[in-house]
């Protein structure tokens, strides 16, 4: 009745109350009189500083959980990934990766070969870090087992892997790659290599790279079994080197052999190199290729 009688009232209020409401609704999703808006370390202009604030989207915000499988998500995810790591093998001391292949069949002559360096690594006071999975992987860490070493895993989430081999002490599952492999170089004073397939291949030509352009700094990479790795590298030199595609010196950041006592011999000299045991530089410098060029490949 109050509408009806006093007509001025009724849409007069209304008129002064939209008004009032206005600057609070353009203030969430209008820039600053300068026209810059800043959102967290982002400045954004014109266009882009449209956007309403991250509190008022973190509360506001209700309904299906799509958030965790957006990128901004993933980075948490990813940096909890390192931190995890970071902080299960800061104290690990002196250690070697292993790689091999995840097919190599337990009691085969490749399976021995990796108990073998595994046990050795660990008898020489360094523990044996492999991707945790089945094959020469697990020998290597049953091997460190068998030398009263300390045995480390460092998983991945795959579609077709067992998971982690009965012989790892301290295990460690990654969902990224790129997470994993920074674990793999390091906490490691160097790479032992068993025969392997494209995982394996993966790892070593990462490493050689690392080496290469100086990312870490004489840092051993031994490969065991001649007649497994020397057709790959008469390819390196007969084809890369041939054609310019690498210098021949590439060749010197690899070593290969045979006998399991000398692959740990070559690593633990490389690694007293590379780091001694206050955490510091053997030499108090040093380069990428001080390594190879003065020991080549061993047959």
Excluded: C
């Amino acid at each position: 009745m109050g509408m009806s009688t006093d007509p001025q009232h009724g849409p007069k209020q209304n008129a002064e109350q939209k008004p009032a409401g206005k600057p609070a609704r353009e203030a969430r999703s209008t820039p600053a009189p300068n026209g810059i808006r800043h959102k967290g370390p982002l400045e954004l202009r014109r266009k882009a500083a449209k956007v309403t604030m991250s509190d008022q989207t973190l509360l506001d915000t209700k309904g299906p959980g799509q958030f965790v499988h957006t990128d901004p998500w993933r980075v948490l995810r990813i940096q909890s990934e390192f931190v995890e790591g970071f902080g299960a093998l800061a104290d690990l001391g002196p250690a070697v990766s292993v790689f091999g292949s995840a097919r190599t069949v337990p009691g085969s002559p490749n399976y021995e070969l990796g108990v073998e360096v595994g046990r050795q690594l660990a008898e020489a006071g360094l523990a044996v870090i492999t991707g945790g999975g089945p094959g020469s992987m697990e020998a290597a860490n049953k091997g460190a087992v068998q030398g009263n070493g300390v045995s480390v895993g460092l998983g991945i989430e795959l579609p077709f892997e067992q998971g982690m081999n009965q012989w790892v002490d301290l295990g460690i599952n990654f969902r990224y790659f790129f997470a994993r492999k920074t674990m793999f170089v390091k906490y490691a004073q160097g790479f032992i290599v068993l025969p392997g397939g494209l995982g394996t291949l993966d790892e070593l030509f990462e490493a050689m790279v690392l080496v290469q352009t100086r990312k870490v700094t004489s840092f051993p990479i031994v490969l065991v079994g001649t007649s497994f790795w020397s057709p790959m590298l008469e390819w390196v030199r007969d084809t890369l080197v041939a054609e310019g595609m690498v210098s021949a010196e590439d060749l010197d950041l690899v070593q290969v052999v045979d006998d399991p006592a000398l692959a740990v011999e070559l690593v633990v000299e490389g690694a007293a190199r590379h780091r001694n045991p206050n955490g510091g530089s053997a030499n108090g410098g040093g380069n990428a290729n001080t390594k190879g060029t003065g020991e080549g490949t061993r047959g």
